[in-house]
């Protein structure tokens, strides 16, 4: 199957700092991609959206200044937390569909702490 | 808007045994993907099963199958000879087939948690 990659895998960060998870596609391009957030023994929270090229399309309770996403290639997407807080701590999970018909691939996700 | 209901938060099996996680949803499209997801301790989501709705056929993966009822809107996973590798988080998913701008979102149940003991 196709593989996606996240990097980094863990990051701990200070409060008031930014963090940048990048998503890549390795063997396939990856028109559309996911951006979902989970915490302990939950389901997964669909943050956003992106096509390449295109804005990204962020779920409602979902600020758009906080999580930034860049799409800019067919094979890389990037979350950055701006000004993150202990509050944004979290396993931050990507997924990657190659085109709209396909299933969506998953990345190994990010944990994200913030002290 | 789909939802997708997994009332069972957490099973437990013993090894070699059968297990049946249950998945409701409610929809009023006539056309969509289900989906079974497993979410190891590495939390690597892995897809176990996938089913299209207008398939009567339920759809099969070695150990893995499902029971779906299109008309109870039911989508039960069956493990059958549980083995230690099984134990994981289970996540039940709906997907449209209608096409948006954004492709097609995947809507999660909110899991069930399978022990498998020894």
């Known amino acids: 199957g196709a593989v996606v990659s996240q990097h980094p895998s863990r990051v701990i960060c200070k409060s008031g700092t930014s963090v940048k998870i990048e998503c890549r596609s390795l063997?396939?391009?990856?028109?559309?991609m996911f951006w979902y957030r989970q915490f302990p023994k939950q389901s997964l929270m669909l943050m956003a959206t992106?096509?390449?090229?295109?804005?990204?399309?962020?779920e409602q309770g979902v600020e758009k200044d906080k999580f930034l996403i860049n799409h800019a290639s067919l094979t890389l997407s990037t979350l950055t937390v701006t000004s993150a807080h202990p509050e944004d701590s979290s396993f931050y999970i990507c997924?990657?569909?190659?085109?709209?018909?396909?299933?969506?691939?998953f990345g190994p996700g990010t944990r994200l702490t913030v002290l | 808007a789909q939802t997708v209901t997994q009332s069972q938060p957490e099973m437990s099996v013993q090894e070699a045994e059968t297990v049946t996680l249950s998945c409701t949803y409610d929809?009023?499209?006539?056309?969509?993907?289900l989906f079974w997801y497993k979410q190891p301790p590495s939390r690597q989501m892995i897809l176990v099963i996938r089913?299209?709705?207008?398939?009567?056929q339920n759809a099969t993966e070695n150990r893995f199958s499902v029971n779906f009822q299109k008309a109870a809107k039911s989508f039960s996973l069956k493990i059958s000879d549980s083995q230690l590798g099984d134990a994981a988080m289970y996540f039940c998913?709906?997907?449209?087939?209608?096409?948006?701008?954004?492709?097609?979102?995947?809507?999660f149940g909110a899991g069930t948690i399978l022990r498998v003991k020894s």
């Open positions: 997924s990657a569909s190659g085109d709209l018909y396909n299933e969506q691939f």
């Open positions: 063997d396939f391009q990856a028109t559309t």
């Open positions: 992106s096509n390449e090229g295109s804005k990204a399309t962020y």
């Open positions: 929809t009023s499209e006539s056309d969509y993907y």
């Open positions: 089913q299209e709705a207008y398939k009567q």
């Open positions: 998913a709906y997907r449209s087939v209608i096409l948006g701008e954004y492709g097609n979102k995947l809507v």
